[in-house]
Each structure stands twice: as C-alpha cells, then as structure tokens.
C-alpha cells in the first residue's frame, strides 16, 4: 500500500510557475503508474496527468498539455509536477494518487493512495 503526500502549493500569479511535490511511503513505489488530479470548488475531481512505471510514459489532460510536467525520482519516493503558464482556471486543490494495474488512465476511480491535498491559487 503506497500513501502519499502531496506539497508545493501556494499563490501565483497568472503566467508563473510552481512544482508541486507527492512524497510516498512504501516500498512498492517504483513500480507503481502515478497520477495528478484537481479539484476546484463544486467541481468534480479532474485528471491532470499521469506517468507510467514502466516505460515512464506521460498522458495529459488537453487542458495542461504543453503547460504541464510530470516526472518522478524513484530514489527520492517522489513524483512532482511541474506547472508553467499558470491560469486562473488552474485553480484547485490538487492531489496525486497510485493508480491500480490495468486501471483507466484518466478515471479517479482506478487510484488510491489519495493524499491530502495542495491548494494552488493562481491570480488574475
């Protein structure tokens, strides 16, 4: 079992950047697909990225491609994303998750591992 906790928030103004950081505990880290998703208020939880163990292959929502990265360094336990060109619309809590094998890439319902979450703020 993978728990996972995510940092790296804040407030930012639109057009900045921030790298948000999902420290995990457990040893089956390494070999586990991670994923990125955003919550903003009355809104459901969305998918944002995700990054295969394997053949560390990377998907993105439409709506962060080009704007967002993820990665991860197995040696630290930690997938981070990176996020430029920063919109009011990005606003969110954002959390990343362990996604079960063979589970669909973008739905919520495959991961677990849920951390508590980071707030981003981005200004107009």
């Known amino acids: 079992q993978v728990q996972l906790a995510e940092s790296g928030g804040g407030l930012v103004q639109a057009g900045g950047s921030l790298r948000l950081s999902c420290a995990a505990s457990?040893?089956?880290?390494?070999?586990?697909?991670m994923g990125w998703f955003r919550q903003a208020p009355g809104k459901e939880r969305d998918f944002v990225a995700a990054?295969?163990?394997?053949?560390?292959?990377?998907y993105y929502a439409d709506t962060v491609k080009g704007r967002f990265a993820i990665s991860r360094d197995n040696a630290k336990n930690t997938v981070y994303l990176q996020m430029n060109s920063l919109k009011p619309e990005d606003t969110a809590v954002y959390y990343c998750a362990a996604r079960q094998p063979f589970g669909s890439i973008t739905n919520s319902a495959s991961y677990s591992g849920w951390g508590q979450g980071t707030q981003v703020t981005v200004s107009s």
């Open positions: 457990g040893r089956t880290f390494s070999s586990r697909n």
């Open positions: 990054l295969g163990w394997s053949d560390g292959s990377a």
